[in-house]
């Protein structure tokens, strides 16, 4: 299987890049998928992309603006409403792939924090379909398990920065480190991450191991700012307006960075028909991996099938 490096260019001129899987059939549906908090295409959302591939379905995975191949200031900063305005323009360019001819066959995917921008974005009306795996919800629950303190650290610095323009110079970005970043940072000693436990240490280890290799910029940081957007976001209001779209709704029995199962069952039962709703039976990260991934994937490639 093999992609080619694409770029498109968003609403308000910046240019965000991906990779494209295409398709055997020309008028095959397209996948946009984007990765979760930090994560970028190469961090294991690839071999998504390239089942969806094998199985006749092209996906164009690109980077959030300000992460890795992708443009856009500042760096390293999640902005939920910004995220799934650029979806909006990545669909726009998925419909360019397609013959003019025919019906737009687009779908849009997350995983994690990126699934807030996608039931965000999921009314789009030129989607067939929206998957959502294991996504964040809710800002005011995200904010309860914030690193003490940095809330109101956030909103100070968006008052110094206000006063900084104000006066007439450049303030600088502020960032925080968001995974841990050794092996006993990640058992618990040390300053407190946002994103921590063994099992997200060696996830994130290996995951820039391939974006190195692939050359793609990586840095264990988060703006400050960054707490601020994903604070005062409620996804889960959105979730009501993707239908008709058809809706896949996946989570986790376990899982510590986007909510209880209990949680995205709540959440998903807002949704309108036609929606579905699968249990993967591992914790958060373990679905990238192994059989837990092989159920994953092969969930969503049914899905895809029947609404694509």
Do not use: C
């Not at 995983?111 to 795996?133: E, K």
């Not at 294991?134 to 650290?153: E, H, N, V, Y």
């Not at 995951?207 to 700012?225: F, H, I, V, Y």
């Amino acid at each position: 299987m093999s992609s080619k490096r694409v770029e498109f260019t968003t609403f308000d001129g910046t240019i965000l890049r991906g990779d494209l899987y295409k398709a055997e059939a020309k008028d095959a549906g397209v996948v946009v998928m984007t990765q979760g908090l930090s994560l970028l295409k190469e961090h294991f959302v690839d071999e998504i992309a390239k089942r969806f591939q094998a199985a006749g379905i092209a996906a164009l995975v690109y980077d959030h603006r300000g992460w890795g191949s992708s443009e856009g200031s500042p760096q390293f900063e999640t902005d939920p409403l910004q995220q799934a305005a650029d979806y909006h323009d990545a669909i726009t360019f998925a419909v360019s792939l397609q013959a003019s001819s025919q019906k737009p066959r687009v779908a849009i995917w997350e995983i994690g924090h990126s699934g807030g921008a996608s039931m965000i974005a999921g009314n789009d009306p030129r989607l067939s379909a929206v998957i959502l795996v294991m996504p964040f919800t809710s800002g005011a629950r995200d904010a309860a398990a914030f690193p003490a303190g940095i809330l109101d650290k956030a909103w100070s610095n968006r008052a110094d920065t206000a006063a900084a323009w104000m006066s007439g110079s450049t303030p600088d970005v502020e960032y925080v480190t968001l995974w841990a970043d050794s092996e006993a940072n990640g058992m618990g000693e040390g300053p407190q991450r946002f994103l921590t436990g063994t099992a997200a240490y060696d996830f994130i280890t290996t995951a820039r191991l391939r974006s190195d290799r692939a050359g793609t910029p990586s840095e264990n940081k988060l703006s400050l700012q960054s707490f601020y957007h994903i604070a005062n976001i409620e996804p889960a209001d959105y979730i009501s307006k993707i239908a008709p779209r058809a809706l896949l709704y996946l989570a986790a029995t376990t899982d510590a960075l986007t909510g209880p199962l209990e949680t995205h069952k709540e959440v998903f039962s807002h949704a309108a028909e036609p929606k579905e709703f699968v249990i993967l039976n591992n914790h958060h990260l373990a679905n990238y991996f192994g059989e837990d991934f092989e159920t994953n994937v092969g969930k969503q490639i049914e899905f895809l099938k029947r609404h694509l």
